[in-house]
């Protein structure tokens, strides 16, 4: 049995009294603020549209689902479909853009037809809904490829960009 020191008691004897202050306690009305919706200031968001055109620049040029349609002879009449079942299976990725997907043209070929190699790189890579991670992992330095960044391997040795995608390895948890 542990002995209690009067010291010890007294101290959590205080401690309980606060705790059930704070438990106990029930703010009036008016010590709330006032419910205001959540909005960005309209500079933050100008700035960060700003950072994405520069990020969509930097990966030279984009491509939208009735441009991948068009160049794939589709016949269907909802022209988003193809870009994104391709997206769903992990063939590509696009970048969300207000309403709108926009597919980083890199990963095509002359004739737009998508490299095979990409898909081993998405599937390396940690999942990204909106898609602008994964745009920015091609575009900053990578320790694997001495410093360059994937984008700039990618058009003379795409294996070496799946082996720095692998690196990254994404196990199924966060």
Known sequence: MIRQTEEFRSRFDALLKALRRVIDYRPSRDAWPAAQPFAAPESDREELMRIRRDLLE???GTFNSEDLAMAAQSTTTNSSQLAADQRGSGKLFGVRW???WRYPSFQ???DRRLYPEMRDVLA???PDNAGWDRLQWFLQ????LKGRTPLQIWSSDRRKVVEAA????WNGRD
Do not use: C, I, M, Y
């Not at 330095?141 to 694997?144: C, E, G, I």
């Open 58 to 60: 930097q990966a030279g």
């Open 166 to 169: 692998n690196t990254e390895r």
């Open 141 to 144: 330095p990578h320790v694997k």
């Open 124 to 126: 390396a890579l940690s």
């Open 108 to 110: 095509f070929d002359g």
């Open 98 to 100: 207000g309403r709108e």
